[in-house]
C-alpha cells in the first residue's frame, strides 16, 4: 500500500524515541491513521489497497500494530518479561492463535515468506486458518519449507532445522505465567516476578520430586531467562526447550486472549529449573525411529493404526511430529538439522542425554511391542 | 497413513463452513430477514450488541443470523468487525437521568417520583407455552387499546439520588478536578491488576450474560457477602452527542436503548459516618438480568476481598468475558499430540520407576512365582489410583 504501511521494526523503534518525550502521550483518544488526500473520494480510494477488500494490509490497523510492535521491542529489551498490550478481537477464536497472528501481521511485509506450523504439522487445519489470514490480507507467499521461512508461527513446536539469525519464530502461548500453576493471581505473580522471587515455584518442583521420585511436568517447563525471569516457554515439549538457549534466532512468546507478549532475544541464556540430583530430561524414544523416515534424533509422537496383515488389530508406532523435516529425512535420510549452514555440528535438539537406561526403560520398551 | 488427524488447506476449511451454511439453510423455511431478526427477536439482538460492546441493531441482526443463534459467535463477529473500524470521534458523557424509560420499576420505595412504570415486562406473566403464536396471524394485543395524548415524555428523578442527597449512600470516587483523567478504554489500553472502577465497570458491562448473571447470584447464594436492594431498574433510550467537527456545538447523534441497575447494599462504608454502599450496572439493550448481575459484580469487586469470587477483581475479569472463555474452552478441541507425547513420557516414567521398585528379585527366597505376581499387579493398581492428581497435563495449553 503505502510506504508508511510497510514500516518494519526499526522504523518504530525511532518512532518510540522520538514520542517519549512528549507527556501523557497514550492518554490521547485514539483518533486512528491519517490519510493525506486532496478529496473525501481520494481518500476513500486510498483506504482500498492490496490484500482483502475493505481490510488494512495485513489486516490490523497500522495503530495496532505499531502498539504490538513496541510491546515486541520492550519485550526484546527485557528477555523473558511479560509486557502487556491491548490485544484486540481478530477474526480467529481467542485461545487459537490470535496473540501470534498480530504479532505475525505487524512485522510481516510483502516480501516476506511466512510458514504456519500447528502441533508440528504445516498441514493442520488451523495452521491452514491462519496462513491465509496472513495470505489473504499481508500479500505474504508462504512455504512449508523452515529454511525457507522469514518468519515462523507455531503452536508448541520449534522445528527440527537449525533457526538462523535472520529467522523470527512466534510462538502462540495459552497461559503467560509458569506461576500460574501455583497461584492463580496474576497481581501476586507480577510482584513475584518483580522481586525475582521465585520460591514458590522452587518449592512446587521440590513437591512434585518428594511424591513422584521426579519432575512430572510434561510440555512448558518452566525456565530462567538471563538469570533474571522465570518464563513459561509455551507448552512446547521439554525436547524443545533447549533450543532457546544461545540461540541464533529471535523467539517472540505471544498470547492473544491474556494480552501478553514477551522474547527470548538471540544468543540468550535459557535454563531450565531444576535440581542438581533431578536433572531437567527431554522426552525419551528408546530405541524409537520414525516409521516413515526412520530417525532417532527427532522427537516423535506415537500413533495406532492398523497395518496390512495386522487382522484389524492396532498397533503403536511413532513417527516424525515436525512433518515438514520428515519428508526431507526421507527422501535423505542421512540430512543434518543443520544441512542448510555454513558451519557443521550445531548443539539443537535434546540438550541433555538421555537418562541413563535403566531396567525400567527395557520393560517398556518390551511392553510397547507387544501392546 | 493418517497421522494428522486433520490434514487441511484451505478446500477443507471451506468445505467446512458450506456444511455449517447448508444447517441454516436445509430447512424449507424462507430465510430470516434481518427486520425480523432485528423487530422479533430484540433480546438476542441486544445481548449480543451488549456483549460485543457496539451499538449496531443490524449488524448484531446479521451476526445472530450468520452464526445461527449463537450469541457469543455473535458477539465474536461484531467485536472483530469493530476492531477493524477506525475511531472518527468519542461521544459526549451523558447523564443517564436524561434517560426516556419505558419501563422502570423500584424495589426499594413503594411510591417514587415520577412512579413506577410496570412497561413491557413477562415479570408477572404465567409461563405457560402459547400454542396460538405457532401458526396464527400476528396480532397486535394493544390494538384496541384507547390512550390518551400524554404531552412531552419527562426524565425521571433518579432513586439513588434522592438518597445521595440525604446522606444516606455512599458517593463514587469524584476525584479532585487536577486528578480527573479519561476513563480507561479496555479495548485499547491493556488491562492489569490492580484495576480501576472504570476498566471494571467497562469489561462487565461487555461480560457474558450468562457468566454476569452466574458470578451475580454467586454472592447472592452465599458466595460473599452483598445482598443488594435495588433502588431502581430502568429501561429505556439515550441520547448519543457528539460536538460537531464544523460549528463545535453539540449534536444528538441517535439514541441507545440501554438497560439500567442502580442499588444499595447494606455494608456500611464509613464507621463515623454509616453509609449504605452501592452497585450500578448498564447494558446496551433490554437485558435486565445482565444489568441486575452487572450491579451485584459491581458492588461486590467494591468490597475488594480475595475471600469470595464475585468479590475478586481478578477472578470476575478472568473469567466473566464471553470471548475469551468460549475461545479457550473450544480450543481444547484442536490437536494436543505434542504436549499430550510430553505428559505420556511422564507417567510412564514415573509408572516404570514405580513398578521397578515394586519388583521382587528374583532369587527371593520362599514364596512362589504366582504370589509375585500377583503383588505386582496389586502394586500397580495402586499406583494408578495414586496418580490422580498427576500428572501436570500440558498445562492448559
Known amino acids: 500500500m503505502t510506504e508508511h504501511e510497510q514500516t518494519g521494526l526499526a522504523d518504530d523503534a525511532s518512532a518510540e524515541t522520538a514520542t517519549e518525550g512528549g507527556t501523557n502521550d497514550n492518554r490521547q483518544p485514539d483518533r486512528g491513521t491519517p490519510i493525506r488526500a486532496e478529496t473525501v473520494d481520494a481518500a476513500l480510494d486510498a483506504l482500498h489497497g492490496e490484500g482483502m477488500a475493505g481490510y488494512s494490509y495485513a489486516y490490523l490497523d497500522e495503530h495496532t500494530k505499531r502498539e504490538v510492535r513496541r510491546a515486541t521491542l520492550k519485550a526484546i529489551a527485557i528477555p523473558g518479561h511479560q509486557v502487556p498490550y491491548a490485544s484486540r478481537p481478530m477474526p480467529l477464536a481467542r485461545g487459537w492463535g490470535t496473540g501470534g497472528i498480530q504479532v505475525s501481521l505487524s512485522v510481516l511485509g510483502p516480501d516476506d515468506t511466512f510458514k504456519v506450523i500447528d502441533q508440528g504439522t504445516d498441514g493442520s487445519v488451523n495452521a491452514a486458518n491462519i496462513r491465509r489470514l496472513a495470505e489473504e490480507t499481508a500479500n505474504v507467499s508462504t512455504t512449508t519449507d523452515t529454511t525457507e521461512a522469514d518468519v515462523i508461527q507455531t503452536r508448541h513446536r520449534i522445528p527440527e532445522e537449525v533457526l538462523c539469525d535472520d529467522q523470527l519464530l512466534v510462538l502462540q502461548v495459552p497461559v503467560t505465567d509458569p506461576l500460574r500453576k501455583v497461584d492463580p493471581s496474576d497481581a501476586a505473580n507480577r510482584k513475584r516476578h518483580a522481586h525475582r522471587n521465585y520460591g514458590k515455584m522452587w518449592v512446587h518442583l521440590y513437591e512434585n520430586v518428594v511424591e513422584w521420585g521426579e519432575i512430572n511436568i510434561g510440555a512448558s517447563y518452566p525456565t530462567m531467562v538471563a538469570g533474571r525471569y522465570l518464563m513459561s516457554p509455551s507448552p512446547i515439549p521439554r525436547w524443545d526447550t533447549p533450543k532457546l538457549d544461545d540461540a541464533d534466532h529471535l523467539s517472540i512468546f505471544a498470547a492473544g486472549r491474556e494480552a501478553r507478549i514477551y522474547a527470548v532475544p538471540p544468543n540468550t541464556r535459557v535454563k531450565p529449573l531444576a535440581f542438581e540430583d533431578r536433572q531437567f530430561t527431554v522426552e525419551r524414544f528408546p530405541d524409537r525411529a520414525c516409521h516413515l523416515c526412520g530417525s532417532e534424533d527427532t522427537f516423535l509422537v506415537e500413533l495406532s493404526e492398523t497395518r496390512d496383515g495386522s487382522d484389524g488389530r492396532f498397533e503403536t508406532c511413532y513417527v516424525c511430529n515436525d512433518t515438514s523435516f520428515c519428508e526431507k529425512r526421507h527422501s535423505d535420510p542421512d540430512r543434518p538439522k543443520d544441512h542448510h549452514l555454513d558451519r557443521e555440528g550445531v548443539d539443537w535438539g535434546p540438550g541433555t542425554p538421555d537418562v541413563p537406561r535403566t531396567t525400567a526403560d527395557d520393560a517398556a520398551s518390551e511392553r510397547g511391542e507387544s501392546g | 497413513m493418517g497421522y494428522v488427524a486433520a490434514v487441511a488447506g484451505e478446500e477443507l476449511i471451506q468445505r467446512a463452513e458450506a456444511l455449517f451454511e447448508k444447517q441454516r439453510v436445509a430447512g424449507d423455511s424462507d430465510d430470516l430477514t434481518l427486520e425480523q431478526l432485528d423487530d422479533q427477536l430484540g433480546r438476542l439482538t441486544s445481548q449480543v450488541m ?348
Open chain 2, 50 to 397: 451488549s456483549e460485543a460492546g457496539l451499538y449496531a441493531p443490524r449488524l448484531a441482526a446479521l451476526a445472530v443470523k450468520q452464526a445461527q443463534g449463537d450469541t457469543v459467535e455473535a458477539a465474536f463477529l461484531l467485536r472483530a468487525y469493530r476492531s477493524t473500524l477506525e475511531r472518527f470521534d468519542e461521544t459526549r458523557p451523558t447523564l443517564t437521568s436524561e434517560m426516556l424509560a419505558c419501563r422502570r420499576v423500584s424495589p426499594s420505595f413503594k411510591d417514587v417520583p415520577g412512579g413506577q412504570i410496570l412497561g413491557p415486562t413477562k415479570d408477572y406473566t404465567q409461563r405457560l407455552l402459547d400454542f396460538t403464536l405457532a401458526d396464527s396471524e400476528t396480532v397486535d394485543p394493544t390494538a384496541g387499546w384507547e390512550l390518551e395524548e400524554a404531552g412531552e415524555p419527562e426524565p425521571l428523578t433518579n432513586v439513588m439520588e434522592l438518597l445521595r442527597e440525604e446522606g444516606l449512600v455512599a458517593a463514587p470516587e469524584n476525584p479532585a478536578a487536577d486528578e480527573r483523567r479519561e476513563p480507561v478504554d479496555t479495548t485499547r489500553e491493556p488491562l492489569t491488576h490492580p484495576v480501576s472502577r472504570d476498566a471494571v465497570l467497562q469489561e462487565l458491562a461487555r461480560g457474558e450474560t450468562g457468566a454476569v448473571t452466574a458470578l451475580g447470584y454467586s454472592a447472592l447464594r452465599g458466595y460473599g457477602q452483598v445482598h443488594p436492594t435495588l433502588a431502581e431498574v430502568r429501561v429505556g433510550k439515550l441520547p448519543v452527542r457528539i460536538e460537531h467537527p464544523y460549528t463545535g456545538e453539540e449534536v444528538t447523534m441517535t439514541h441507545t436503548e440501554v438497560t439500567e441497575s442502580e442499588a444499595v447494599v447494606p455494608l456500611y462504608a464509613k464507621r463515623d459516618d454509616p453509609q449504605f454502599a452501592f452497585g450500578y450496572g448498564l447494558t446496551f439493550g433490554r437485558n435486565e438480568r445482565k444489568a441486575i448481575g452487572m450491579t451485584v459484580l459491581d458492588a461486590s469487586i467494591q468490597v475488594n476481598s480475595t475471600e469470595e469470587p464475585a468479590e475478586n477483581a481478578e477472578f470476575v475479569l478472568d473469567t466473566v468475558d464471553g470471548m475469551d472463555s468460549f475461545g479457550f474452552i473450544e480450543h481444547l478441541k484442536l490437536p494436543h499430540y505434542v504436549t499430550f507425547q510430553s505428559i505420556l513420557d511422564r507417567i510412564r516414567s514415573i509408572r516404570e520407576r514405580k513398578e521397578a521398585a515394586a519388583e521382587p528379585t528374583t532369587d527371593q527366597p520362599g514364596g512362589g512365582d504366582e504370589t509375585d505376581a500377583d503383588k505386582v499387579e496389586t502394586d500397580r493398581g495402586r499406583s494408578i489410583e495414586a496418580s490422580q492428581g498427576a500428572p501436570e497435563g500440558s498445562n492448559g495449553d
